[in-house]
């Protein structure tokens, strides 16, 4: 099948007036509203400096094919996603996501509140390429209004997922880094509702993320693990500038990686005979948590569309991805920090342990993960791997996973930058360490 070119893993991404310019933006606003043909197209945006541009250009444009554009704030992509499952329209949401603040993307969301799929994104791209935009008379062009209750009915929904009157009667020490983005209300006002005590870290809307890089890397999030090895929490929390991932601290303070978190999650909330969905990046620790509880555990390629597009064909009850991205279900089929938080909250509720405790109960795999800068075309990299490592059993699903005798490795490249990420596991950290160590050095070599 034909392949997006100007969408990747999650929407269109560049960097504001050099390969993100208004007149992009304006076109594909006019290829997306000729594309759904609604009477209402519902918008929102991060807290990205660029975010106002971008808006009103792809609203105008939007605008112009007769679409009605109701702005519904600056909230995170899942609060989007929310409203339009609710309201049954589709939406745009301008974030780049866990990307630095000089980029910035546009994000389709279909009416069910799901991200648009790449035959969706295939038939945006040729109404762009081609410019068969629906043009609407004077008349009957489209009016833009604002909606204040998106934010409300987003947080309202995460707090009725869980059991909120158990939570709020643990009162729970949690400490949350926003990062200055989408999250910086939403978040802690969740929290505060649930009966937390809360501490909030760079809760005000930033543009520039002054105060760390957006994505929640432990090297970016040095000071909520120096609030949390006081040892005054019970965990802590960090979005990336969408907030539609969640990563995790324990209480002494030590980062919790994505996967162990999703498997930690997943074991808390499925039951026998439920389906879980996740993509080939993911670690074994999960194929082994669904072994154990009698659930079917379905891989994909990556991409968070993807998984929850699996989720929805299959009836899953939770997927998610390595990053801190997990989608719940029973709540929306897309990845949502928020709710993923809650999560948290009711399991450490129900379980009444430290998270560091529960911890002990998931497989212990060590997973290494690197990139590098690509300067080659992806095709001709993939033939070189396969043909350097053809005596190795080997998986296509996304980019090239390599199995060794105690662990394996995936190369692929990025669906945002112009990389190629290298993930590595073994239930051995050292093997880990060499398997990423030599994949790494062999791509750079060429």
């Known amino acids: 099948m034909k392949q997006p070119q100007l969408?990747?893993?999650n929407g269109i991404r560049g960097i504001p007036n050099e390969d993100l310019t208004t007149d992009l933006a304006m076109g594909i606003g006019k290829a997306i509203g000729t594309f759904f043909d609604a009477?209402?197209?519902?918008?929102?945006?991060?807290?990205?400096?660029?975010?106002?541009?971008?808006?009103?250009?792809?609203?105008?444009?939007?605008m112009s094919t007769g679409a009605n554009i109701v702005y519904v704030g600056e909230l995170?992509?899942?609060?989007?996603?929310?409203?339009?499952?609710?309201?049954?329209?589709?939406?745009?949401?301008?974030?780049?996501?866990?990307?630095?603040?000089?980029?910035?993307?546009?994000?389709?969301?279909d009416s069910d509140g799901t991200e648009i799929d790449e035959e969706t994104e295939i038939k945006i791209e040729e109404i762009y390429e081609k410019k068969l935009y629906k043009k609407a008379p004077w008349d009957k062009i489209?009016?833009?209004?604002?909606?204040?209750?998106?934010?409300?009915?987003?947080?309202?929904?995460?707090?009725?997922?869980?059991?909120?009157?158990?939570?709020?009667?643990?009162?729970?020490?949690?400490?949350?880094?926003?990062?200055?983005?989408?999250?910086?209300?939403?978040?802690?006002a969740i929290l505060s509702e649930l009966n937390c005590h809360v501490v909030s870290l760079n809760a005000n809307p930033d543009g520039?993320?002054?105060?760390?890089?957006?994505?929640?890397?432990?090297?970016?999030?040095?000071?909520?693990?120096?609030?949390?090895?006081?040892?005054?929490?019970?965990?802590?929390?960090?979005?990336?500038?969408?907030?539609?991932?969640?990563?995790?601290?324990?209480?002494?303070?030590?980062?919790?990686?994505?996967?162990?978190?999703?498997a930690l999650i997943v074991k808390h909330t499925i039951r026998k005979g439920d389906i879980v969905v996740t993509p080939v990046s993911s670690s074994d620790a999960l194929g082994a948590i669904c072994s154990e509880k009698g659930a079917k555990l379905i891989s994909t390629r990556v991409g968070a569309p993807i998984v929850a597009r699996a989720m929805i064909d299959n009836r899953a009850v939770?997927?998610?991805?390595?990053?801190?991205?997990?989608?719940?279900?029973?709540?929306?089929?897309?990845?949502?920090?928020?709710?993923?938080?809650?999560?948290?909250l009711n399991l450490l509720t129900q379980e009444n342990k430290p998270v560091s405790e529960l911890l002990h109960d998931i497989p212990d795999y060590s997973m290494v993960k690197s990139s590098v800068v690509r300067k080659m075309n992806w095709d001709d990299i993939r033939k070189l791997i396969t043909e350097k490592y053809s005596g190795k059993k080997m998986d296509f699903t996304d980019g090239v996973k390599i199995f060794d005798d105690d662990g394996w490795t995936l190369i692929r490249p990025s669906g945002t930058e112009r990389i190629i990420r290298v993930f590595s596991e073994s239930i051995h950290k050292n093997l880990a360490e060499e398997y990423n160590r030599e994949y790494t050095n062999f791509l750079n070599n060429l």
Not at 84 to 90: A, L
Not at 320 to 326: F, K, L, R, T, Y
Request: hydrophobic share 35%; aromatic share 8%.
């Open 142 to 188: 489209g009016i833009y209004s604002y909606d204040s209750t998106a934010i409300k009915i987003y947080m309202e929904s995460i707090i009725e997922s869980v059991n909120s009157e158990a939570i709020r009667e643990r009162h729970l020490n949690v400490a949350i880094d926003t990062g200055n983005g989408a999250s910086y209300y939403t978040s802690p």
């Open 76 to 109: 995170p992509t899942p609060g989007l996603q929310y409203y339009c499952k609710v309201n049954g329209i589709p939406g745009i949401m301008i974030t780049a996501s866990h990307n630095p603040p000089q980029y910035n993307g546009i994000k389709a969301i």
């Open 318 to 344: 939770i997927g998610g991805e390595e990053n801190g991205g997990i989608i719940y279900g029973k709540h929306q089929f897309c990845r949502d920090g928020a709710m993923t938080m809650a999560l948290m």
């Open 208 to 262: 520039k993320f002054s105060s760390r890089n957006s994505e929640p890397k432990p090297e970016n999030l040095s000071d909520l693990i120096s609030v949390m090895k006081t040892g005054k929490f019970n965990i802590g929390i960090a979005h990336d500038g969408d907030a539609d991932r969640c990563v995790f601290i324990d209480e002494k303070g030590n980062y919790i990686d994505g996967d162990r978190s999703l």
């Open 39 to 62: 009477k209402k197209i519902a918008i929102a945006k991060d807290t990205r400096i660029s975010g106002d541009m971008f808006m009103l250009s792809v609203a105008s444009a939007a």
């Open 7 to 9: 969408f990747g893993t």
